[in-house]
């Protein structure tokens, strides 16, 4: 038993726990952070891609010592069907820049990296501790934790929910609902190493230039879902995520859709040749905005993945983390710093300083795209790759057909698929969700 | 060849490290006669088959490859076919790279 009281417990150390403990012990709090891995990292799944912007707000000299894998000058956003691709690619010589905007890192690394931070700020950090229950008081108040490691309660005016996404303590204590299948994505990914040369070569990078190839299609079977290709220094990061429900309703296998994606024609040449070194898997929110649960409480705030924050559409979730992490921290100095219980009321101003910010403005702005993508995902990742790839390979084959005819056939192709209403109803629907 | 049955999980998992927590699962299934629509979807939507038919139809799991997702307790515990925890502290999944 810990007899000591904490000012608070940050429960889990990924980006959003590190972010409030290393936040509230920069102020001089007195913090305790409990993470189930062995180190910090050894639980945490993500491509992954770090936003330099968020991290510089924590700690603004990162660049010197975190492990930073490359700094990203290239996008490839593909379509895709079973044997071709549509890209849409951006590239600039302008990332390559003093300070780089994105980087590709490995989460088991930097997050290692992040908790030492943490620690030098002078929080507690207690690894291989799985919290098993947040202790509460006659009034429903949040006072502490149960561990699997030591008999008995340790307590604090406050809990920072960090737990990521299965959130599996705040739906214990009721304070929100299980992920619903329909609002999370299940992604594997698998590690291939290949040597710096190698890489560069495969993807027309230089020094510590990085890239990152986003796909959709075909390859998700009719799933709402997506691949994704990371190139780090000595390994590429390859994956592929789809709805939960969607899985459930099609019984495709994750580790099918991953092998396909890996074989298709246009990604087989970029690993060819790889040592694959890690298999991992993980739940990503997809729910948006409507999915947000009640943020804060009497003794407790829940941040990140936990806290479902999560922007689909632009497939950013470590920097929402990152800043949900900071701001629920600095809130919480707020109250301290005015001698105020964490109560309820108190700590509300969370969730107003989180309002304004881009977290909750971005996955407004996008409320009702997560549900369009879903409800006509055969559409959107299957009937539109498809026309997509024919309408291209007709416009770029020169066969001696007129092209006039060459365009009424692929006018005539979308029309059969889609029919003029449906057509002009998609446009009209992504145009709505999206402005 | 079916591409599903082409793919070895074991191998994949092969590349993992994992500490087993020796009899103490930190899933269970609950006890059937006939499983679930929602426990037959777990052997295939579990990215690690961890869950498998015995030979009288019922759904085993086995956690030891377990990579730690929560997809099957997003499916599979609301109508109680299973019971899902994390692993205690320092057991389970060991990721090097994440």
Known sequence: MIEEKFDAIVVGAGMSGNAAALTMAKRGMKVLQLERGEYAGSKNVQGAILYADMLEKLIPDFRDDAPLERHLVEQRFWIMDDRSHFGVHYRSEDFNEERPNRYTIIRAQFDKWFSSKVREAGATVLCETTVTELARDAHGKVIGVRTDRREGEIHADVVVLAEGVNGLLGTRARLRERPKPDKVALAVKEMHFLPRETIEAHFNLKGDEGLVVEAAGTISRGMTGMGFIYANKECISIGIGCIVADFQRTGETPYGLLDRFKRHPSVAPLIEGSEVKEYSAHLIPEGGYKAIPQLYGDGWVVVGDAAQLNNAIHREGSNLAMTSGRIAAEAIVQVKSHRQPMTAANLSVYKKMLDDSFVIKDLKKHKDMPMLMHTNSQNFFLTYPQLVSRAMQNYVRVDGTPKAEKEKVTLKSFVNARSWTGLFGDAFRIARAWR | ?98
């Not at chain 2, 899933?27 to 009288?56: F, G, M, W």
Request: one cysteine or more; hydrophobic letters at 35%.
């Open chain 2, 1 to 98: 060849m079916n591409v599903e049955t082409s793919v070895r999980v074991e191998d994949k998992l092969f590349y993992n490290r994992y500490l087993v927590d020796v009899g103490r699962p930190h899933i269970k299934v609950r006890a059937h006669t006939k499983p679930s629509p929602q426990l037959l979807a777990l052997l295939k939507v579990c990215p690690a088959r961890c869950y498998e038919l015995n030979d009288k139809g019922q759904v085993d799991v086995t956690v030891d490859g377990c990579i730690e997702c929560g997809t099957c307790r997003v499916i599979g515990e609301p109508t109680g076919d299973i019971e899902w925890s994390y692993p205690r502290g320092g057991y389970g999944v060991l990721f090097k790279f994440g």
